[in-house]
């Protein structure tokens, strides 16, 4: 698609904020999450998971627990499939451990009965004897020499020689001649940074509820970003054919990458494979975050060489990210992004996949890039003030444009980096004065965005109204959007468009809502399936008035003649030809079915003030407005809740949310008290601008904004945190008491 | 697990006094229930407190005192204007304790006797000198609230005796308190340090001073010290310095999750300042 094939104007829903047509559901309580199904006869599951960081299972006596009151189903490992190999392999170890516990929270049984309590209490009657093997945490600590090793063997062949067993994959991408570049610097700083392992903090609980017979046939009904996905790893993982199994999407709370895999689904149905009965599981906040998919930690080295007039020579990065007890961290996103706004003649950038005995990282908006924008973005900012160069005007300066070749390979088509810059620094914040202990930070931050598989269907009825089908979970509003793009397309009204998500029986395979991808692509292919649908309705018209099917135009919701040559004929409205479509060829309906590869990189710039206790170490953040790329805005309203959102859980991962693991090994904050989030009072009131620059190959324009919003932040709020504080912040979280202790150290106090 | 809901104090600290294994008073529920749906302590016996004559009141006694009834909550106190007017420390320190929903349970004893070093009321309590009145086998006296808790967790409460109500002092003139605590977020969170400072004025000079410091300590800290720093000044640069010493000086506090030692010793002494200006101001207003 070239950019002439994109509308970019004349839109009447496209572009207006309608209210979502689940609101409704969602502020009554008639929205069903996951843990709001129930079934005749169904079971509780509990899980027993191990309190070990690392530990040899030696044997698990369930006999006390089969004896207990209520209990219809116990399974371990031996319970599952045996034959799996690669990515399947992985999530069952992590479903389900086999002969090892690899982290603190790793399941290792699990027992249906008949309530939540009795499955509770006789989870606590397996007895299970460990080994106790020693552990590792620290991503530094797991690739350094003498590092128990937490699985031989795990590493493919990206890993050069000489490497700690637990760097398990390896990266390196980048062109030109680094030391080169530096050697043409004016200035050249490097420095080292680490992040902490953080969690998505979805309000909802996984939850499911799981039913497999006898006959092999299954249902399983959860909260998840992907269904299709669900379908394909639970057959698997169960040893059965993938259509035997039905899955259904529950309303969702909050996903953020999250809820892109599975951990207790598997479970419910080996449960009820057993018991004959419907099991449902719901998991705890504990369980959440001690056994579902946190973020990757991180140790970064990052060195950049600037010339005096603010170009930047070379750049080069090195990124450990430690994924858990699997091969996982997504450390090329980390390596690919880290560069990408800026248009770089010498640049390299490395990455390690380090295991250790934590849970397997799950996706959380934009996997590794803001990691990655941290480090970098911090060392720019660093660069500007020792050569006293204005941030934006640096920025601009490097930025990478429409030709620029992207540090990690390809060549950028249009994309609106430089106009999120410009229209950063044409806003009223950049130049509002700052308070004494304030500090003001900008960062610059990218993400890909995704295609892949999309199936979409739109069957119009007999009065004239569209019902969408689409397979992608609405995580973020897109029901919306999907109804105003079909609007625009169909004439009709927002209001006359139903969007339901089908399960896994009622469409084509569907990718995960994941990439950004779904106002794009189920986007894409909703304006393709309501083209087909108007061709066939423009063919009934035609047929009615004895006329090509080529010579009728589709206006507001009409067909009607193309010209006076087509003939003369008033125009036919759509309920007039979906009154009479039974006796006309029968039900008319659109569909569109591809993986579109056209998804447009994203590319935000964000601006932050900051101010700093002096005496306590403790950040306020005063004021933060967040200027990203859209592409198109279909719902303007929710574009913006995808960037304030961003910038939300951006604030909580760089000022308070960690991992903290004991000496033990294990978890220490494993409830909202102590893993803190930002609370309402937290947060100042996020000011957003949409910029609009059409990707072409989306037919609005349309470009994913659910991650990028994530990737500046850090950056921002540390640039701005380093300012008010006096000294350059490293390592996130920025807590009070490593802010206080900083700023001690650099007074030589 | 044995619920129970008695009609008066006998009958309760009788309960409690028969009861066998883990036995919990139910007054707002907002660490029992919590406690319980986390596997940390699950009751064999629950008195529920609730349905005692007058727990739910406040009182002002005769000679200008307060009692606070031991099911009274958060937001009750909150909403009570003379109450709030007298003790404004202890009103608000209560007030910080958790979100709307909290407060519409949450009690001052509850938070004394869960015995948590962070218990954000308790170290108010202690700057104003409140007192407890028990009832149980040994009969009905009065205990300082400075010697409810004796560890992380646990209350010099014997078997078989409980809380009948929170006992504040008449407010004398010129008098004043305060509380503060550090968290990292602006609410909903556990207090890193807590302070708790009241005192009396005349003219201009602080008579009487009492400074509390929380989670700081395994149990809270009466800082006589820091008193006797303030006490005789006008609150100037120089006894708010030797404050902060001295309430740093006092601190023995552990590294966890929530804040490192270094922290939480500094942060006290910033506290304590805080703290202690809030408190002048009030009781200059008062005097005036
Ligand atoms: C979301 C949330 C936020 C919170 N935030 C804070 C906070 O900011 N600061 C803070 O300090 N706390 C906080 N808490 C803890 C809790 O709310 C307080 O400690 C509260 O004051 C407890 O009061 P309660 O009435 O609910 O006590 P309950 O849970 O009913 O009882 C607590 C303990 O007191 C004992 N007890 C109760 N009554 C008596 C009696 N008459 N005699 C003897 N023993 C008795 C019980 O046996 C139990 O051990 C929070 C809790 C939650 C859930």
């Known amino acids: 698609m070239s950019l002439d094939d994109v509308k970019t104007s004349g839109f009447k829903y496209v572009g207006t904020s309608p209210d979502r047509p689940d609101g409704v559901d969602k502020v009554t309580g008639r929205a069903k999450f996951g843990a709001d199904a129930y079934a005749a006869g169904m079971l509780h599951g509990a899980i027993v998971r191990s309190p070990h960081a690392h530990a040899r299972i030696i044997s698990i006596d369930t006999t006390k627990a089969a004896a207990a009151e209520g209990v219809k189903a116990i399974v371990t490992r031996a319970d599952f499939h045996t034959d799996l190999s690669g990515e399947n392999w992985n999530i069952m170890e992590n479903v389900m451990a086999g002969d090892t516990a690899l982290y603190d929270g790793h399941a290792v049984a699990a027992i249906a009965a008949t309530s939540v309590l009795a499955a509770r209490d006789a989870a606590k009657l397996v007895e299970v004897t460990y080994e106790i093997l020693p552990h590792v945490t620290d991503v530094d600590e797991a690739m350094a020499q003498g590092a128990p090793i937490i699985r031989a063997g795990a590493a493919d062949n990206s890993v050069p020689d000489g490497l700690h067993p637990n760097v398990v994959r390896y990266h390196e991408s980048g062109h030109g001649d680094v030391d080169a570049g530096f050697a043409e610097a004016d200035l050249v700083i490097e420095d080292h940074f680490r992040t902490e392992a953080t969690h998505q903090g979805y309000i909802e609980p996984h939850a499911c509820l799981g039913t497999l017979g006898g006959d092999g046939k299954g249902e399983m009904w959860c909260t998840t970003q992907g269904h299709w996905n669900v379908q394909k790893i639970c057959s698997a993982l169960l040893g059965m054919e993938t259509s035997q199994l039905r899955v259904t999407a529950s309303e969702i709370g909050g996903g953020f990458g999250g809820k892109t895999t599975v951990f207790i689904e598997p479970v419910a149905l080996a449960l009820s494979r057993i018991a004959n009965r419907p099991v449902k599981i719901v998991m705890s906040r504990s369980e959440v975050f001690r056994a579902s998919g946190p973020t990757s930690s991180t140790s970064m080295d990052v060195k950049i060489g600037m010339k005096k007039d603010g170009t930047i020579t070379a750049a080069k990065g090195v990124f450990r990210l430690q994924g858990g007890a699997f091969p996982s961290a997504p450390m090329e996103f980390t390596a690919m992004c880290a560069f990408a706004p800026y248009n770089l003649s010498n640049v390299k950038q490395i990455g390690y996949d380090v295991m250790a005995n934590r849970p397997k990282q799950a996706a959380y908006r934009a996997p590794g890039s803001p990691m990655a924008a941290f480090a970098v973005e911090s060392v720019i900012d660093e660069l500007c003030k020792e050569l006293g160069l204005d941030p934006i005007d640096t920025r601009l300066k490097n930025a990478s444009h429409e030709g620029t070749k992207a540090s990690y390979g390809p060549t950028f088509q249009r994309i609106g980096l430089v106009e999120t810059l410009e229209a950063a620094k044409a806003h009223p914040h950049y130049s509002a004065p700052l308070k004494p202990g304030q500090g003001r930070g900008i960062s610059c931050g990218f993400w890909f965005n995704f295609g892949g598989e999309t199936s979409v269907s739109l069957a119009l009825s007999m009065d004239g109204s569209a019902q969408i089908v689409v397979g992608t979970p609405d995580i973020g509003g897109s029901r919306a959007s999907m109804a105003l793009m079909a609007a625009e397309e169909l004439g009709i009204p927002y209001e006359n468009i139903r969007c339901t998500i089908a399960d896994t029986a009622s469409l084509g395979y569907n990718e995960v809502s994941h990439g950004s991808r779904v106002t794009y692509a189920s986007g894409l292919a909703t304006i393709k399936a309501a083209r087909d649908a108007v061709k066939k309705l423009c063919g009934r018209a035609a047929a009615k008035w004895g006329i090509d099917p080529e010579a009728v135009d589709w206006v507001d919701g009409c067909a009607v003649p193309s010209g006076p040559n087509a003939g003369d004929f008033d125009p036919m409205p759509i309920a007039e030809i979906c009154k009479r479509m039974g006796s006309t060829g029968g039900p008319i309906v659109g569909h569109f079915e591809a993986s579109p590869e056209g998804a447009g990189v994203s590319f935000a710039t964000h601006i932050v003030d900051a101010e700093v206790d002096p005496e306590t170490g403790k950040t306020s953040i005063v004021r933060y407005t967040v200027v990203q790329d859209a592409g198109k805005a279909i719902h303007p309203a929710y574009v913006e809740g995808q960037y304030q959102g961003g910038a939300a859980q951006g604030i909580g991962w760089a000022l308070n949310e960690e991992y903290i693991y004991g000496k033990d090994g294990r978890l220490q904050n494993d409830v909202f008290l102590d893993y803190r989030i930002p609370v309402a009072s937290d947060l100042p009131m996020i000011d957003t601008v949409i910029v609009e620059v059409p990707n072409p190959g989306h037919p609005y324009g349309v470009r994913g904004v659910g991650e990028t919003s994530i990737v500046p932040p850090m950056a921002a709020i540390a640039n701005a945190v380093s300012q008010a504080a006096g000294v350059r912040m490293t390592e996130l979280p920025m807590s009070p008491p490593r802010v206080l202790k900083a700023m001690d150290d650099a007074k030589g106090g | ?288």
């Open chain 2, 1 to 288: 697990m044995h619920y129970h809901t008695p009609a008066s104090f006998d009958e309760a600290a009788a309960l409690a006094a028969s009861a066998t294994g883990i036995t919990r008073f139910l007054a707002g529920g907002t660490d029992v229930l919590v406690q319980l749906r986390a596997d940390i302590v699950t009751p064999d016996t629950l008195i529920d407190i609730k349905h005692i004559a007058g727990v739910h009141d406040i009182i002002q006694m005769p000679n200008g005192g307060w009692q606070i009834g031991i099911a009274v909550t958060g937001a009750e106190m909150t909403e009570h204007p003379a109450l709030a007017a007298a003790w404004p420390g202890v009103v608000e320190a209560m007030d910080l304790v958790g979100s709307t929903q909290i407060q519409g349970r949450a009690t001052l004893t509850g938070n004394l006797c869960n015995g948590s070093p962070a218990a954000d009321s308790v170290p108010a309590m202690v700057a104003a000198d409140a007192s407890v009145s028990v009832c149980g086998p040994k009969g009905a006296h009065k205990v300082a609230v400075l010697d409810i808790p004796t560890a992380p967790g646990r209350t010099s409460l014997a078997k078989g005796e409980m809380v009948t109500a929170i006992n504040l002092p008449a407010r004398e003139p010129g008098g004043g308190d305060a509380y503060l605590r550090f968290i990292p977020r602006t609410e909903m969170d556990i207090a890193v340090v807590g302070c708790g400072v009241n005192l009396r004025v005349d003219g201009g000079k602080i008579t009487h001073a009492r400074v509390s410091l929380g989670a700081v300590a395994p149990t809270v800290l009466l800082v006589g010290e820091a008193a006797d720093a303030i006490i005789g000044s006008t609150l100037d640069d120089a006894a708010l310095d030797r404050l902060a010493a001295a309430a740093s000086a006092a601190c023995n506090p552990i590294d966890d999750k929530r804040g490192t030692i270094e922290f939480r010793i500094h942060v006290a002494g910033v506290l304590a300042r805080r703290t202690a200006k809030i408190a002048y101001d009030r009781a200059i207003a008062a005097g005036e």
